[in-house]
């Protein structure tokens, strides 16, 4: 047998061998666009929809309305998780949601934080408590009429009769990530965010927690995009319904809701 033989066998045996190799060897990447609140959930349940599947997941992290925005412009989404029903829906309206992949992920609630040596509890129900607490300083926030825990954050701070007097002071950001980062780094004294967010930087504390009841429900809808990979999409959204991945989101501080 001549070398040539050899190598020809060698390539045809690799190439059937590559023909007849299972479908479960194969993996596929697909591009989450998700709420920026959940980087430190989605770090670990991407690692462990990799090891289950095989399958990777790319996470892009913003507000949920860029997000939406993007997606409506044709951004190469395969999956949208966004921190409130409202851009889920206006996907939806737009025809790019794929038919009944929608579902509630998980539940959040709000808090107020301050740098952590300076964190003495602050009483929502005393009127003007915040005007007070802030002084001439900004008050941290995401953007307030396109950013979930920016709207959420102004109806509840309206609720509690605690917006009056501050609302020229709201430092609005891009997203909630980077409102906790103003207050981490001492830019600002008080931030609204998530509790997640509060649990996931060491550098805040929560201050008072804002009751569920002055503001909207906060849920996170997830489902596939259209014409993304089908087939990848659909079992990152199982995963995410998994009691391995619940247990991750529980971890970070995330609430369980039905279905």
């Known amino acids: 047998m001549t070398p040539y033989t050899g190598l020809k066998r060698m390539v045809l045996g690799t190439l059937c061998a590559l023909f007849f190799m299972p479908a479960t060897a194969w993996s596929d990447t697909i591009v989450v666009f998700a709420a920026s609140s959940l980087k430190t959930a989605l770090d670990e349940v991407t690692v462990g929809f990799a090891a289950a599947t095989e399958h990777k997941a790319v996470v ?7 997000l939406a925005r993007q997606i409506q412009l044709g951004a190469p989404a395969d999956v949208f998780i966004s921190a409130n029903a409202g851009w889920m829906d206006v996907l939806e309206a737009d025809d790019l949601v794929t038919p009944h992949t929608r579902f509630n992920l998980v539940g ?4 107020l934080v301050a740098p952590a040596d300076e964190a003495a509890p602050l009483d929502l129900n005393t009127s003007g408590s915040v005007a007070k607490r802030l002084g001439d300083r900004p008050l941290a926030m995401a953007l307030v009429k396109a950013v979930p825990a920016g709207i959420y954050g102004k109806q509840a701070l309206e609720n509690l009769q605690q917006w009056q007097g501050i609302s020229a002071q709201v ?3 891009d997203n909630v990530r980077a409102a906790l980062a103003l207050v981490a780094m001492d830019e600002a004294p008080l931030g609204v965010v998530y509790a997640s967010d509060a649990q996931a930087d060491p550098r805040v504390a929560v201050v008072a927690d804002i009751p569920a009841t002055a503001h909207a429900p906060i849920v996170y809808p ?3 995009i259209k014409g993304g990979n089908d087939a990848a999409s659909l079992a990152f959204l199982r995963y995410l319904r998994s009691a391995e991945a619940q247990a991750a989101f529980a971890t970070q501080g995330f609430l369980a809701v039905g279905g």
Do not use: E, F, R
């Open 171 to 173: 430092a609005q950001t």
């Open 108 to 111: 959040n609630k709000l808090v």
């Open 60 to 66: 892009s992290l913003a507000g949920s309305s860029a």
């Open 222 to 224: 997830a489902a596939a």
